[in-house]
C-alpha cells in the first residue's frame, strides 16, 4: 500500500525537462542540491512544499523528453510515492522502475483534484480517492515489473539476486 | 504475417521469432554513454558489482554535454569517465571530439540489423543507417555493460510515407518538423516509425539521420529506415563491413500508415514551448531573434553547415544577433575548414564552437536571458532548456536559422533563393 499521500497535480506532456532541467542536471551532481529544483518551471516551490508520501498526478504522456533517469530519481529522493499519470513516455516509465519508483497508468485522472489525499494499492490495481470517497481501477503491472519494483529498483534487485531478472 | 526491419532484427538478436507485443531479452551489439548521465552509470555498475565490461569494444564513452567542463563537479564527473574507460579499456572520446550520436554513426560501431542502446534519448538516431536503436536510462545501461543483453518489447511499428520532391530552400529538418506536429509528441509512444517513400529514396544520408533523430519526439522508440545504396556506399567509407541488414516485407501489418506529400511543404518551425507546436515560418515571419544556434545531433552535419554558408556567403550577422556554429565532430570541422565554411561563418561573424552538443544542453555556450529569443537548428524547445524559463526557443532548418541571423528576425529562407 502507497500513501496516504496528497495529489499534487500537473497536466499533459510533462517533459524531463520539466521535472528536472538540463541547466541543474548539467552542473549539480549532488541529489539532495538537484532535488530542490524539481519541477520547478511548472511549480517553482514544489520542492519545499511537498511531503514524504505525496502523489504525483498528471495526465497523458508523463516524462517524455530525455532518458535522464534523474528525472525519476529527484522526485524520488523528494519521498514521491508513486506517479499516477493517463500515461507515460517509454524511457521514463522504465527509468522509473529501475529505481524503484512506482508508475501508475489509470484513466480517471481527471476525477482527481490538486490536495486530494490518495492511497494505491499496485498489487490489487487500485486508487482510492479518500478525500471523495472514491475508488479507480489502474492497469496492474505486469509481474517482472512489479518484481523489480518490490525490490527497491534493479540495482537491489541485482544485489540480492545475484543476478538481472532477464538472465 | 510479413515482418517488419524492427521485428526481424529483434528476432535475430534474440533467436525468438518475434513479433510486435513479444517481450525479448536482445544481444546488444553497441552501447553508448555520455557525461550527462556517466556518474550514475558507473556508480549502478560498480554497486551490482560489475568488474569488467561485457566487450570494452562495443562501448563507447562519450564527453560531449559539458564540455569543456565548465563547472568543478562535471570536471569530476569527467575524471571519473576517463578512468572508468581508460581501466576497462572501452572507446573513449575526449572533449572536442563532436556530439555522441554523431560519433557513434562515424565510428562504425553502427551497421544495419545491429541493436544499438545509448545513455540519450536520440540514440534512435541510428535507425537511419537500418540499425533497432534506442535509447535507455542509467541503470539499464549499467546493466548493458554487465551483461551485453537487455529486454525489449518488440514495438509495433507505424509507417510514415513521405512522397515527392522538396520544394527550393525546403529540407529534411521541415519534413520532420511537419510530421511531428502532425503525429503529435505522444503519437508514436512506445512505437518504432518507419520512414519510407520517394523523397527518403532520393535524401542524401545526412538528411534521414536527421528524420529519425527526431522521432523520440513523438514518443517512438525508434525511428527506422531501409538500408539502401546510399546507405552501403556511406557506411563503406567508413570502413564498416557488416553492411547487409533487413527490410520490412511486403505483407507487412503496420499498426498505422501516414502519408505525407512533401510537393509543396513550406519551411516550418517548431514553436515555444512544445516540438509538436509547429507553424510555417510563414506565420511567425518577423519576430525578432537574439541567438542563432547551428549545431547539435540533430543538424551540426556537412550537409547543414553547407546549407548555412551558402545563405551566410559574404554578408553579416544582423546586428544584436550572436550566431553559434558547432560542427556535430571533429571530422565534420576538419571538412568544413576544407571546404571554406568555416571562413564564411568568421566571416559572418559567428562564434564557432568546438564539436559537443553546445547550448542545446543547456549548461553552457549559450545561455538565453529573460525575454531572449533563440532559433536553434536542434531539436527541442522546452522552457527553460537553454536557459531562462522566460525565453523562447524555435526550432528551423539550418537555412531558416541561417536567414533569421542575416535578418535578426524568424526569416522565411526562400527570401534568399536568388543565391542558391
Ligand atoms: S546535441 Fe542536444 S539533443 Fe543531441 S545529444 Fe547533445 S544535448 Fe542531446
Known amino acids: 500500500m502507497l500513501g496516504p499521500g496528497k495529489a499534487w497535480k500537473f497536466g499533459d506532456d510533462v517533459n524531463t525537462d520539466y521535472i528536472i532541467a538540463g541547466k541543474y542536471k548539467l552542473s549539480i551532481t549532488d541529489l539532495d542540491e538537484l532535488s530542490k529544483h524539481a519541477m520547478e518551471t511548472l511549480m517553482p516551490d514544489f520542492s519545499q512544499k511537498v511531503k514524504k508520501g505525496d502523489f504525483i498526478v498528471a495526465g497523458k504522456n508523463f516524462g517524455c523528453g530525455s532518458s535522464r533517469e534523474q528525472a525519476p530519481l529527484v522526485l524520488k529522493h523528494l519521498g514521491i510515492s508513486a506517479v499516477i499519470a493517463k500515461s507515460f513516455a517509454r524511457i521514463f516509465y522504465r527509468n522509473a522502475v529501475n529505481i524503484g519508483l512506482p508508475v501508475i497508468e489509470c484513466a480517471d485522472i481527471d476525477k482527481i483534484e490538486h490536495g486530494d489525499i490518495l492511497e494505491v494499492n499496485m498489487q490489487r490495481g487500485y486508487v482510492k480517492n479518500l478525500t471523495k470517497g472514491e475508488t479507480y481501477r489502474v492497469k496492474p503491472l505486469p509481474p517482472e515489473i512489479q518484481e523489480i519494483l518490490l525490490e527497491g529498483g534493479l540495482v537491489k534487485y541485482v544485489k540480492k539476486h545475484g543476478r538481472l531478472p532477464w538472465q | 504475417?510479413?515482418?517488419?526491419?524492427?521485428?526481424?532484427?529483434?528476432?535475430?538478436?534474440?533467436?525468438?521469432?518475434?513479433?510486435?507485443?513479444?517481450?525479448?531479452?536482445?544481444?546488444?551489439?553497441?552501447?553508448?554513454?555520455?557525461?550527462?548521465?556517466?556518474?550514475?552509470?558507473?556508480?549502478?555498475?560498480?554497486?551490482?558489482?560489475?568488474?569488467?565490461?561485457?566487450?570494452?569494444?562495443?562501448?563507447?564513452?562519450?564527453?560531449?554535454?559539458?564540455?569543456?567542463?565548465?563547472?568543478?563537479?562535471?570536471?569530476?564527473?569527467?575524471?571519473?569517465?576517463?578512468?572508468?574507460?581508460?581501466?576497462?579499456?572501452?572507446?573513449?572520446?575526449?572533449?572536442?571530439?563532436?556530439?555522441?550520436?554523431?560519433?557513434?554513426?562515424?565510428?562504425?560501431?553502427?551497421?544495419?540489423?545491429?541493436?544499438?542502446?545509448?545513455?540519450?534519448?536520440?540514440?534512435?538516431?541510428?535507425?537511419?543507417?537500418?540499425?533497432?536503436?534506442?535509447?535507455?536510462?542509467?541503470?539499464?545501461?549499467?546493466?548493458?555493460?554487465?551483461?551485453?543483453?537487455?529486454?525489449?518489447?518488440?514495438?509495433?511499428?507505424?509507417?510514415?510515407?513521405?512522397?515527392?520532391?522538396?520544394?527550393?530552400?525546403?529540407?529534411?529538418?521541415?519534413?520532420?518538423?511537419?510530421?511531428?506536429?502532425?503525429?503529435?509528441?505522444?503519437?508514436?509512444?512506445?512505437?518504432?516509425?518507419?520512414?519510407?517513400?520517394?523523397?527518403?529514396?532520393?535524401?542524401?544520408?545526412?538528411?534521414?539521420?536527421?528524420?529519425?533523430?527526431?522521432?523520440?519526439?513523438?514518443?517512438?522508440?525508434?525511428?527506422?529506415?531501409?538500408?539502401?545504396?546510399?546507405?552501403?556506399?556511406?557506411?563503406?567509407?567508413?570502413?564498416?563491413?557488416?553492411?547487409?541488414?533487413?527490410?520490412?516485407?511486403?505483407?507487412?501489418?503496420?499498426?498505422?500508415?501516414?502519408?505525407?506529400?512533401?510537393?509543396?511543404?513550406?519551411?516550418?518551425?517548431?514553436?515555444?514551448?512544445?516540438?509538436?507546436?509547429?507553424?510555417?515560418?510563414?506565420?511567425?515571419?518577423?519576430?525578432?531573434?537574439?541567438?542563432?544556434?547551428?549545431?547539435?545531433?540533430?543538424?551540426?552535419?556537412?550537409y547543414d553547415l553547407r546549407i548555412a554558408a551558402k545563405i551566410m556567403k559574404g554578408k553579416h550577422a544582423k546586428k544584436g544577433v550572436r550566431v553559434i556554429v558547432i560542427p556535430a565532430s571533429r571530422k565534420v570541422y576538419r571538412e568544413a575548414v576544407k571546404e571554406g565554411l568555416i571562413d564564411i561563418f568568421l566571416d559572418f561573424g559567428c562564434a564557432i564552437c568546438n564539436p559537443g552538443c553546445g547550448p542545446c544542453a543547456g549548461a553552457h555556450q549559450g545561455i538565453l536571458a529573460p525575454g531572449e529569443r533563440c532559433i536553434s537548428t536542434s531539436n527541442r524547445n522546452f522552457k527553460a532548456r537553454m536557459g531562462s524559463p522566460e525565453a523562447e526557443i524555435y526550432l528551423a532548418s539550418p537555412a531558416t536559422a541561417a536567414a533569421s541571423a542575416v535578418m535578426g528576425e524568424i526569416t522565411d529562407p526562400r527570401r534568399f533563393l536568388k543565391e542558391e
Not at chain 2, 540519450?120 to 542509467?138: E, K, N, P, R, V
Open chain 2, 1 to 302: 504475417m510479413g515482418k517488419t526491419i524492427s521485428e526481424k532484427i529483434l528476432s535475430h538478436a534474440s533467436g525468438k521469432d518475434a513479433y510486435a507485443g513479444d517481450i525479448v531479452v536482445a544481444k546488444i551489439d553497441a552501447a553508448m554513454m555520455h557525461d550527462g548521465m556517466a556518474q550514475l552509470v558507473i556508480n549502478a555498475f560498480k554497486e551490482m558489482g560489475g568488474k569488467t565490461l561485457w566487450d570494452p569494444d562495443r562501448v563507447a564513452i562519450v564527453i560531449d554535454h559539458v564540455a569543456p567542463s565548465a563547472y568543478e563537479a562535471f570536471s569530476k564527473v569527467h575524471k571519473m569517465m576517463r578512468m572508468f574507460a581508460f581501466k576497462h579499456g572501452a572507446k573513449f572520446y575526449e572533449v572536442g571530439s563532436g556530439v555522441c550520436h554523431q560519433l557513434m554513426i562515424e565510428s562504425g560501431l553502427v551497421h544495419p540489423g545491429s541493436v544499438i542502446v545509448g545513455s540519450d534519448s536520440h540514440t534512435c538516431t541510428y535507425g537511419a543507417l537500418g540499425a533497432f536503436a534506442t535509447g535507455i536510462g542509467s541503470t539499464e545501461m549499467a546493466a548493458v555493460l554487465l551483461s551485453g543483453r537487455l529486454w525489449f518489447k518488440v514495438p509495433e511499428t507505424i509507417e510514415v510515407l513521405i512522397e515527392g520532391n522538396l520544394p527550393p530552400m525546403v529540407f529534411p529538418k521541415d519534413v520532420i518538423l511537419k510530421i511531428i506536429g502532425t503525429i503529435k509528441a505522444d503519437g508514436a509512444t512506445y512505437k518504432a516509425i518507419e520512414f519510407k517513400g520517394s523523397t527518403v529514396k532520393s535524401m542524401n544520408v545526412e538528411g534521414r539521420l536527421t528524420l529519425t533523430n527526431m522521432a523520440v519526439e513523438m514518443g517512438a522508440k525508434t525511428g527506422i529506415m531501409e538500408p539502401d545504396e546510399k546507405t552501403r556506399a556511406f557506411l563503406k567509407a567508413l570502413g564498416c563491413r557488416e553492411i547487409k541488414g533487413f527490410t520490412s516485407d511486403e505483407d507487412v501489418d503496420y499498426s498505422e500508415s501516414i502519408k505525407f506529400d512533401v510537393s509543396d511543404l513550406e519551411p516550418q518551425v517548431s514553436c515555444p514551448h512544445a516540438v509538436d507546436n509547429v507553424k510555417s515560418v510563414k506565420e511567425v515571419e518577423g519576430r525578432e531573434v537574439n541567438q542563432v544556434f547551428i549545431g547539435s545531433c540533430t543538424n551540426g552535419r556537412l
